[in-house]
């Protein structure tokens, strides 16, 4: 079943700029994950942030969590026309290691 | 490290037929594996889940006799989509999990199989 919900559903924005996405869940969680998914194609995982972290960098991509809001944005600095896919966030409940994804946000950067 | 990979990548088969999709975990045993169905532009929708030796366990609403999931190792899982029909088209995705050197919280994703049923 879909927790998450995401928005915006879309996003388009010029090259250069940053894009965050908005995610939020309605159940304990475990963890947080962001994915991305190009046209077309499987899932590549991005990041991960537990419960009780509050934010996380990798590379061009800071992902914050708030467990009392239950919500999670991913920020993409700089963007590049490479950036252009859906992005998926997703929750694991503390039971195990299920996942459920949000209904997703699709990037387009403009070059 | 933790590939995890799907045949065919898009198949096209008459209504009635069955097909079958396989998902390897290419370099990590993966206890339990997971299938995914996507519409297009929509987000992944969990079909069942399925641990090496044990049946699997169906999502409500996903019929376990149309849908047949066999882990039998731990390196493969199939899928087979039984008297295929029209709405049946999609894309399927698999992943995987397992201990070892990979975080039983991750999940690793197959490319996706495309589905078209005619």
């Known amino acids: 079943s879909q927790q998450g919900e995401e928005d915006p559903q879309a996003l388009s924005i010029q090259e250069g700029e940053n894009a965050t996405m908005n995610c939020s869940y309605k159940?304990?969680?475990?963890?947080l994950q962001w994915y991305r998914q190009n046209s077309g194609r499987g899932l590549v995982h991005l990041i991960l942030i537990r419960s009780n972290e509050r934010e996380k960098h990798s590379g061009r991509l800071r992902v914050t969590l708030d467990t009392s809001k239950k919500s999670s944005s991913l920020l993409i600095t700089a963007s590049r026309a490479a950036d252009t896919a859906s992005y998926f966030c997703?929750?694991?409940?503390?039971?195990?290691?299920?996942?459920?994804f949000g209904g997703g946000t699709r990037l387009m950067v403009k070059p | 490290g933790a590939v995890v990979s799907q045949h065919p990548s898009w198949v096209i088969c008459k209504s009635g037929t069955s097909v079958k999709i396989e998902c390897r975990s290419l370099d990590f045993q993966a206890t339990t594996m997971f299938w995914y169905r996507q519409f297009p532009k929509q987000s992944l929708m969990l079909m069942a889940t399925?641990?090496?030796?044990?049946?699997?366990?169906?999502e409500q609403g996903v019929e376990k006799d149309k849908f047949l999931i066999n882990h039998a190792s731990l390196t493969l899982s199939t899928l087979t989509v039984t008297s295929a029909h029209p709405e049946d088209s999609s894309f399927y995705i698999c992943?995987?999990?397992?201990?070892?050197?990979?975080?039983?919280?991750?999940?690793?994703f197959g490319p996706g199989t495309r589905l078209t049923v005619t």
């Open positions: 399925s641990n090496e030796g044990s049946k699997a366990t169906y």
């Open positions: 997703a929750t694991s409940g503390e039971a195990g290691n299920m996942l459920t």
């Open positions: 159940t304990s969680i475990n963890n």
């Open positions: 992943s995987a999990s397992g201990g070892g050197t990979t975080s039983i919280y991750e999940q690793y």
